[in-house]
């Protein structure tokens, strides 16, 4: 019988499943019915943990209309976890929440409590551009402090502040810095004034909420009887009082808390992250905690390269038994030289050893834009397609964009296999728009987008045109009345503006523009930071020069801390190969500054070279 | 979970309706005045099974009032859900609709609204969109979950119970069968099945129904020749073992007659029933978490004295149940419409929802007695009352409240004399056996049901001592007006109650009819029933001299005859006579109530 056969098909996670039964700590994992912190080594497999035990509690733990909300750190994270869960049956869904802390918080905290919870806000709310901000911070400074004072010297200070210290009614709001709280308050004056919150403001303004409220906590327990949260190193002091608001407030009923992370790639520190606040949780009693150790990604070598560069012993072991390779390379005509190495050697000869299946499984890291530019120009000059994330990086990768990627890909495949689902292409767009206020109007709205994309052409055309034509015919009109898109037409504004004559993305074919979704021909130009959570067969650590990591700002032990992780995480991103390039010196506005290799470098070097005696 | 609020504008019958609400809803009224429609208007929010082509509504669906319509005019229908923190699944579905909190109250809006790209004024209905959001937020979409967890389901006024429940696709006993068929084991259905084919084919095989069986074939064989032959056999149904269970039918009478032999009221009864039934297995087996069952016109081929006792156990709590658990109230919301004063009559007073059309304009208004503020010492007095006297206060357009039967006889009489026929006004006159007029004053006012009508008291004089009825006036006073304050003094007192619709009769009322003009009336008819030989000779003398009455004298001698009796044949005796005379307290009532009509 047909259908009687299909009943019985085991479900897609419960598969996945059965691969995690062979792992002692991965199977506790998924086995655990209570809170449950897993410490998560790098490539121990913990996004497969993760998504195989949401897709368990989803079917087998939480009764409909209840639900679950997953919380990570970027729209990144989210974007790959939704990824791998639709593999496993699991759609995001009005139960199903799978996103950013941001999102997670205006979402459902912000937009229905708001007004009832007393908040000063207007509705519909509005979340201000980057220029608003900027606009309303520089009129804040001159309010607290000073018309002469210069904003810039202070944005950095005050955002780490308003992170950090969250209770504004406490003693130390202003005992820190008097003036960076002034700051903030008149910053925050101006935005209300306009009728507008900031990104940050929705977890302050959500935590806030959910703090004060005991029927808010009883309201998001109702709805979310378990909480997920990857990546919970990085997010912060906020998302930390959230999960335990909901999970372990005393007197309270508890929603169950699942969560991955790992305390040794916490990079985020000016966010607010602290590596210890994860810690802290595995710590309590009412918490199951395990350690996962195997890791599933990269050679044993490399594993043991990376302990020592994080300078502790974590017992990781390799899950297979082949021989890594780490190698060093002094180029001694700085960073162009390094980068055309890079580009004329080393990666061609990742390719040809097979080391690295295609060019997309070849990763070039760095500290900062500053390198992006060098590596950037290099690659281009050897004719090598690439992808770059970095804040110099022709667009940034946002929502918008990344869904403009995947109508650019639908326009070049339309409908040929590996083409995207236009249905999500869809949905996506009509998330974009919160006030379709009938199902009407949305019917309308999907039918524009669909006309627009069968008359967009394919993508043997320019991408100046095709987007121009695509923000012109509906794109734009249907962003503008979205309150909350603001940012992301100054985005598509960028992208317009990067296509023109001149810029980055001149000449660019749809195809092109398509193809920096990820495709298997592009090369992978990105900060350390970008890399997160990925992973390469080949991962080239460029410009690692004393002075870039650790920056000339970090000199106290303390502070180079993180640059240190930052370190651990370029190298673990490795499956076969790890190459680190440097010169011993760096350029400064100033001349060149000879600070010699980073000491990460020298340290690795030379235990590497003991031990391989 | 209940509803708490209905609010309603433009639509059809309603202009503008805004009523609370207790647990369940009976909407009363009479014939056309929009119970239907009220019931639709839930359906529009709440109803999973309607199409959205019926959410598309026409212009006809506008209220009269609202024509020609404005680019501002459109048709909102509101339902405020409070009482679901209690149930995190209820509670999931609705927080985030929520309009106030502690308690939390969740706002669930239909809206058919002119589009918003229009460029001119709304003439055609393809002009206009509709949207079902939540809170206060137009933008924000009712999930499709709202309604496939809270569903609406309406029992039709012309439903046909006994081919309903003949019909397996339409049958009540559908689900519940189903649901037996799935809890039973495999192995033991499938030895049912077989136990039944070997019956049915012991049966098919005795000698008797094969000869039929030849009988039959040679019959035909004979009319259609052999060629034509079917062979027809005799047999049962075909015995696959869910088949089987689908095939059990319900019987009554201890399983000697079929549902089809039962009275139309029966069967009606017996579908509620199952429907009610199959409801609470569907949220037991979590299908969903609430039901709302609309059932119109539940009296339908019911006897009166039958209506009386299925609707006055129906919408209360059980509890003559032993155990908690089992007292456990099935969650759902039961929305009766009836124009039946038996069922209302016997209803929770806090369910009952009364809808009254109003003049200039056309349209209808609902009240309720949630804002009365009522004891449950007056809730369960009221009930009772509402409930011997067969709901009258529910169905009366105007109300004379009085003290006890004699002005229960005398005042329709009187009102007649004045040239106002009481029935055919629609206004009763309602004894409150006794002084204490407080609950009915509350149920009558603008808090509660908002029923025109005055209050008659007697002023019951006390020698050297305020008269009682001052203190009586003053506590109706304050409840209708809380911020009212009248301590000393009772002219003014008395004066300023009348617009309030209190009248205070000088000294009783027998007295009074006497003072005003009745007097022979009064005392002829003492002497026709009194057996008093002292009572008749000093009837006679004040009728001779008015100037000699003496009342506590007059009002002993009443009494020894009976309040009751006296004044029915004095009403007999006034209403053959075409005097006017009337006690002033009582044609001011009177006037008072028939002006607010």
């Given at each position: 019988m047909l259908w009687g056969s299909y009943d019985m098909a085991v479900p897609p996670y419960q598969l996945a499943a059965q691969q995690l039964a062979s792992n002692e700590e991965q199977w506790a994992a998924y086995e655990s019915i209570g809170n449950f912190v897993a410490l998560a080594g790098p490539g121990s497999g913990k996004t497969k943990v993760l998504t195989t035990k949401l897709a368990r509690i989803v079917n087998e733990d939480v009764e409909e209309p209840r639900g679950v909300a997953c919380v990570t750190y970027s729209n990144e994270c989210a974007r790959e976890l939704k990824r791998r869960l639709a593999a496993l049956g699991v759609q995001p869904s009005r139960r199903v929440f799978v996103g950013t802390v941001h999102s997670f918080c205006f979402q459902h905290i912000v937009r229905p409590f708001a007004g009832l919870g007393g908040l000063d806000v207007n509705s519909p709310i509005r979340v201000a551009t980057d220029h608003e901000q900027d606009t309303c911070f520089g009129k804040g400074v001159a309010n607290a402090i000073s018309i002469d004072e210069n904003p810039y010297n202070w944005r950095f200070t005050c955002s780490n502040y308003r992170r950090l210290h969250l209770d504004r009614e406490a003693e130390d709001w202003y005992g820190s810095d008097k003036r960076a709280a002034r700051i903030i308050e008149e910053y925050e004056k101006q935005l209300r004034t306009l009728g507008l919150i900031d990104y940050d403001d929705m977890v302050l303004l959500g935590l806030r909420l959910i703090e004060k409220h005991e029927w808010v906590r009883r309201a998001l327990r109702a709805k979310f009887p378990v909480l997920v949260v990857d990546e919970y190193q990085d997010l912060g002091v906020p998302l930390h009082r959230l999960v335990i608001s909901l999970c372990f407030r005393d007197g309270e009923a508890h929603s169950r808390l699942f969560a991955v992370g790992d305390p040794d790639q916490s990079i985020y520190g000016f966010t607010g992250a602290r590596p210890g606040l994860l810690k802290e949780l595995s710590a309590r009693a009412d918490v199951e905690s395990v350690t996962l150790r195997l890791n599933y990604r990269s050679r044993q070598d490399i594993i043991s390269a990376s302990e020592i560069a994080l300078g502790e012993s974590r017992g990781y072991e390799s899950a297979n038994d082949d021989v890594g390779v780490i190698d060093f390379h002094h180029r001694k005509g700085g960073l162009a030289d390094q980068a055309q190495f890079i580009a004329d050697t080393l990666v061609p000869a990742a390719l040809e050893s097979g080391a690295a299946s295609s060019l997309g499984e070849i990763a070039v890291l760095y500290r900062t834009k500053n390198e992006g530019d060098v590596i950037a120009e290099a690659t281009a000059s050897a004719r090598l397609e690439f992808v770059r994330i970095d804040n110099n990086a022709a667009y940034p990768k946002t929502p918008l964009t990344r869904w403009l990627e995947e109508c650019a890909t639908w326009c070049s495949l339309r409908g040929q296999s590996g083409s995207p689902s236009l249905r999500a292409i869809i949905s996506d767009y009509l998330g974009f728009n919160h006030t379709l206020a009938s199902e009407r109007r949305r019917l309308d709205a999907m039918h524009e987008l669909v006309a627009c994309l069968r008359n967009l052409g394919n993508g043997d055309i320019q991408f100046h045109s095709w987007l121009a034509a695509f923000s012109d015919s509906c794109l734009r009109s249907h962003l503008s009345v979205d309150p909350t898109m603001q940012q992301e037409i100054k985005t598509l504004d960028t992208l317009l503006a990067a296509c023109e004559s001149d810029g980055k993305l001149e000449d660019w074919t749809v195809a092109r523009f398509g193809g920096q979704g990820g495709t298997p021909d592009h090369l992978n130009l990105m900060t350390l930071h970008s890399s997160k959570g990925l992973e390469f067969d080949v991962v080239i650590l460029f410009g690692m020069d004393q002075g870039i990591i650790p920056s000339y700002r970090e000199t106290s032990s303390e502070s180079k801390r993180e640059p240190r992780r930052l370190f651990y995480v370029g190298l673990t991103r490795a499956r076969h190969e790890v190459h680190m390039t440097f010169s011993g010196w760096r350029d400064t506005p100033w001349g060149k500054k000879r600070d010699g290799v980073s000491e990460f470098v020298i340290e690795l070097r030379k235990k590497f070279a003991e031990e391989s005696q | 979970m209940r509803i708490s609020r209905l609010q309603i504008e433009n639509f059809r019958n309603f202009k503008e309706l805004d009523v609370e609400v207790g647990s369940?809803?009976?909407?009363?009224?009479?014939?056309?005045?929009?119970k239907s429609n009220l019931l639709h208007a839930l359906r529009l929010v709440l109803d999973p099974s309607l199409p959205d082509s019926a959410r598309r509504l026409r212009l006809e669906d506008f209220w009269d009032g609202a024509k020609p319509l404005q680019p501002d005019t459109q048709i909102t229908i509101s339902v405020d859900l409070t009482d679901f923190e209690d149930n995190e699944k209820q509670f999931a579905v609705l927080s985030?609709?929520?309009?106030?909190?502690?308690p939390m109250i969740a706002r669930l809006t239909y809206a058919f609204f002119p589009r918003p790209d229009l460029d001119e004024e709304p003439t055609k209905e393809s002009d206009y969109d509709f949207s079902v959001y939540g809170g206060d937020d137009p933008t924000r979409l009712l999930s499709p979950d709202v309604r496939r967890r809270l569903p609406m389901d309406v029992l039709p006024a012309l439903r046909d119970a006994e081919s309903d429940l003949a019909n397996w696709r339409r049958s009540p006993m559908r689900p519940l069968l189903d649901s037996l068929s799935g809890e039973m084991d495999e192995d033991a259905k499938e030895e049912l099945a077989q136990a039944m084919t070997e019956a049915a084919n012991a049966i098919a095989n005795t000698s008797e129904v094969k000869g039929l069986s030849d009988e039959i074939k040679e019959a035909l064989k004979t009319l259609a020749g052999k060629s034509h032959s079917d062979s027809p056999s005799l047999a049962f149904a075909p015995t696959d073992a869910d088949r089987l269970i689908r095939t059990l039918r319900l019987f009554i009478d201890d399983g000697v007659r079929g549902i089809s032999e039962a009275s139309l009221g029966s069967s009606n009864l017996i579908y509620l029933a199952l429907k009610l039934l199959s409801l609470e297995l569907e949220i037991s087996e979590k299908v969903r978490d609430h039901g709302f069952v609309a059932i119109e016109e539940p009296e339908a081929h019911l006897h009166p004295h039958v209506q009386r006792r299925v609707f006055r156990s129906f919408l209360r709590p059980r509890n003559h149940l032993p155990t908690q658990e089992e007292r456990h109230e099935p969650d759902r919301t039961i929305l009766l419409t009836t124009h039946s004063p038996h069922v209302a009559s016997v209803s929770p007073l806090t369910s009952i929802v009364l809808l009254r059309s109003q003049d200039a304009p056309s349209h209808s208004t609902a009240r309720s007695v949630i804002g009365a503020g009522f004891t449950v010492t007056e809730t369960d007095d009221l009930e009772r009352y509402l409930d011997v006297t067969r709901g009258e206060l529910l169905f009366a357009k105007g109300v004379v409240l009085v003290e006890g039967e004699a002005e229960e006889y005398l005042v329709p009489v009187l009102a007649q004399r004045l040239g106002y026929d009481l029935d055919e006004l629609g206004v009763s006159v309602c004894s409150v056996a006794g002084t204490n007029f407080i609950p009915y004053v509350k149920l009558l006012s603008d808090k509660a049901l908002g029923i025109p009508f005055a209050v008659i008291t007697d002023e019951d004089p006390r020698p050297e001592k305020e008269c009682l009825a001052a203190k009586r006036v003053r506590s109706i006073v304050t409840t209708l007006f809380p911020e009212y304050d009248y301590s000393e003094g009772t002219s003014d007192l008395f004066a300023e109650a009348e617009e309030d619709g209190v009248f205070v009769t000088d000294h009783t009322l027998e007295v009074a009819l006497f003072r005003c003009g009745r007097h022979k009336s009064v005392t002829s008819t003492i002497e026709q029933l009194s057996s008093n030989s002292k009572a008749t000779e000093r009837a006679k003398m004040w009728r001779d001299d008015t100037s000699s009455l003496e009342e506590s004298r007059l009002l002993s001698d009443i009494e020894e005859i009976g309040k009751g009796r006296f004044s029915q044949r004095l009403s007999c005796r006034i209403q053959c006579m075409t005097s006017t005379a009337c006690p002033s307290s009582i044609r001011k009532a009177i006037e008072h109530v028939v002006g607010q009509l």
């Amino acid at each position: 019988m047909l259908w009687g056969s299909y009943d019985m098909a085991v479900p897609p996670y419960q598969l996945a499943a059965q691969q995690l039964a062979s792992n002692e700590e991965q199977w506790a994992a998924y086995e655990s019915i209570g809170n449950f912190v897993a410490l998560a080594g790098p490539g121990s497999g913990k996004t497969k943990v993760l998504t195989t035990k949401l897709a368990r509690i989803v079917n087998e733990d939480v009764e409909e209309p209840r639900g679950v909300a997953c919380v990570t750190y970027s729209n990144e994270c989210a974007r790959e976890l939704k990824r791998r869960l639709a593999a496993l049956g699991v759609q995001p869904s009005r139960r199903v929440f799978v996103g950013t802390v941001h999102s997670f918080c205006f979402q459902h905290i912000v937009r229905p409590f708001a007004g009832l919870g007393g908040l000063d806000v207007n509705s519909p709310i509005r979340v201000a551009t980057d220029h608003e901000q900027d606009t309303c911070f520089g009129k804040g400074v001159a309010n607290a402090i000073s018309i002469d004072e210069n904003p810039y010297n202070w944005r950095f200070t005050c955002s780490n502040y308003r992170r950090l210290h969250l209770d504004r009614e406490a003693e130390d709001w202003y005992g820190s810095d008097k003036r960076a709280a002034r700051i903030i308050e008149e910053y925050e004056k101006q935005l209300r004034t306009l009728g507008l919150i900031d990104y940050d403001d929705m977890v302050l303004l959500g935590l806030r909420l959910i703090e004060k409220h005991e029927w808010v906590r009883r309201a998001l327990r109702a709805k979310f009887p378990v909480l997920v949260v990857d990546e919970y190193q990085d997010l912060g002091v906020p998302l930390h009082r959230l999960v335990i608001s909901l999970c372990f407030r005393d007197g309270e009923a508890h929603s169950r808390l699942f969560a991955v992370g790992d305390p040794d790639q916490s990079i985020y520190g000016f966010t607010g992250a602290r590596p210890g606040l994860l810690k802290e949780l595995s710590a309590r009693a009412d918490v199951e905690s395990v350690t996962l150790r195997l890791n599933y990604r990269s050679r044993q070598d490399i594993i043991s390269a990376s302990e020592i560069a994080l300078g502790e012993s974590r017992g990781y072991e390799s899950a297979n038994d082949d021989v890594g390779v780490i190698d060093f390379h002094h180029r001694k005509g700085g960073l162009a030289d390094q980068a055309q190495f890079i580009a004329d050697t080393l990666v061609p000869a990742a390719l040809e050893s097979g080391a690295a299946s295609s060019l997309g499984e070849i990763a070039v890291l760095y500290r900062t834009k500053n390198e992006g530019d060098v590596i950037a120009e290099a690659t281009a000059s050897a004719r090598l397609e690439f992808v770059r994330i970095d804040n110099n990086a022709a667009y940034p990768k946002t929502p918008l964009t990344r869904w403009l990627e995947e109508c650019a890909t639908w326009c070049s495949l339309r409908g040929q296999s590996g083409s995207p689902s236009l249905r999500a292409i869809i949905s996506d767009y009509l998330g974009f728009n919160h006030t379709l206020a009938s199902e009407r109007r949305r019917l309308d709205a999907m039918h524009e987008l669909v006309a627009c994309l069968r008359n967009l052409g394919n993508g043997d055309i320019q991408f100046h045109s095709w987007l121009a034509a695509f923000s012109d015919s509906c794109l734009r009109s249907h962003l503008s009345v979205d309150p909350t898109m603001q940012q992301e037409i100054k985005t598509l504004d960028t992208l317009l503006a990067a296509c023109e004559s001149d810029g980055k993305l001149e000449d660019w074919t749809v195809a092109r523009f398509g193809g920096q979704g990820g495709t298997p021909d592009h090369l992978n130009l990105m900060t350390l930071h970008s890399s997160k959570g990925l992973e390469f067969d080949v991962v080239i650590l460029f410009g690692m020069d004393q002075g870039i990591i650790p920056s000339y700002r970090e000199t106290s032990s303390e502070s180079k801390r993180e640059p240190r992780r930052l370190f651990y995480v370029g190298l673990t991103r490795a499956r076969h190969e790890v190459h680190m390039t440097f010169s011993g010196w760096r350029d400064t506005p100033w001349g060149k500054k000879r600070d010699g290799v980073s000491e990460f470098v020298i340290e690795l070097r030379k235990k590497f070279a003991e031990e391989s005696q | 979970m209940r509803i708490s609020r209905l609010q309603i504008e433009n639509f059809r019958n309603f202009k503008e309706l805004d009523v609370e609400v207790g647990s369940h809803l009976v909407i009363v009224g009479e014939n056309r005045v929009g119970k239907s429609n009220l019931l639709h208007a839930l359906r529009l929010v709440l109803d999973p099974s309607l199409p959205d082509s019926a959410r598309r509504l026409r212009l006809e669906d506008f209220w009269d009032g609202a024509k020609p319509l404005q680019p501002d005019t459109q048709i909102t229908i509101s339902v405020d859900l409070t009482d679901f923190e209690d149930n995190e699944k209820q509670f999931a579905v609705l927080s985030d609709y929520s309009v106030a909190h502690s308690p939390m109250i969740a706002r669930l809006t239909y809206a058919f609204f002119p589009r918003p790209d229009l460029d001119e004024e709304p003439t055609k209905e393809s002009d206009y969109d509709f949207s079902v959001y939540g809170g206060d937020d137009p933008t924000r979409l009712l999930s499709p979950d709202v309604r496939r967890r809270l569903p609406m389901d309406v029992l039709p006024a012309l439903r046909d119970a006994e081919s309903d429940l003949a019909n397996w696709r339409r049958s009540p006993m559908r689900p519940l069968l189903d649901s037996l068929s799935g809890e039973m084991d495999e192995d033991a259905k499938e030895e049912l099945a077989q136990a039944m084919t070997e019956a049915a084919n012991a049966i098919a095989n005795t000698s008797e129904v094969k000869g039929l069986s030849d009988e039959i074939k040679e019959a035909l064989k004979t009319l259609a020749g052999k060629s034509h032959s079917d062979s027809p056999s005799l047999a049962f149904a075909p015995t696959d073992a869910d088949r089987l269970i689908r095939t059990l039918r319900l019987f009554i009478d201890d399983g000697v007659r079929g549902i089809s032999e039962a009275s139309l009221g029966s069967s009606n009864l017996i579908y509620l029933a199952l429907k009610l039934l199959s409801l609470e297995l569907e949220i037991s087996e979590k299908v969903r978490d609430h039901g709302f069952v609309a059932i119109e016109e539940p009296e339908a081929h019911l006897h009166p004295h039958v209506q009386r006792r299925v609707f006055r156990s129906f919408l209360r709590p059980r509890n003559h149940l032993p155990t908690q658990e089992e007292r456990h109230e099935p969650d759902r919301t039961i929305l009766l419409t009836t124009h039946s004063p038996h069922v209302a009559s016997v209803s929770p007073l806090t369910s009952i929802v009364l809808l009254r059309s109003q003049d200039a304009p056309s349209h209808s208004t609902a009240r309720s007695v949630i804002g009365a503020g009522f004891t449950v010492t007056e809730t369960d007095d009221l009930e009772r009352y509402l409930d011997v006297t067969r709901g009258e206060l529910l169905f009366a357009k105007g109300v004379v409240l009085v003290e006890g039967e004699a002005e229960e006889y005398l005042v329709p009489v009187l009102a007649q004399r004045l040239g106002y026929d009481l029935d055919e006004l629609g206004v009763s006159v309602c004894s409150v056996a006794g002084t204490n007029f407080i609950p009915y004053v509350k149920l009558l006012s603008d808090k509660a049901l908002g029923i025109p009508f005055a209050v008659i008291t007697d002023e019951d004089p006390r020698p050297e001592k305020e008269c009682l009825a001052a203190k009586r006036v003053r506590s109706i006073v304050t409840t209708l007006f809380p911020e009212y304050d009248y301590s000393e003094g009772t002219s003014d007192l008395f004066a300023e109650a009348e617009e309030d619709g209190v009248f205070v009769t000088d000294h009783t009322l027998e007295v009074a009819l006497f003072r005003c003009g009745r007097h022979k009336s009064v005392t002829s008819t003492i002497e026709q029933l009194s057996s008093n030989s002292k009572a008749t000779e000093r009837a006679k003398m004040w009728r001779d001299d008015t100037s000699s009455l003496e009342e506590s004298r007059l009002l002993s001698d009443i009494e020894e005859i009976g309040k009751g009796r006296f004044s029915q044949r004095l009403s007999c005796r006034i209403q053959c006579m075409t005097s006017t005379a009337c006690p002033s307290s009582i044609r001011k009532a009177i006037e008072h109530v028939v002006g607010q009509l």
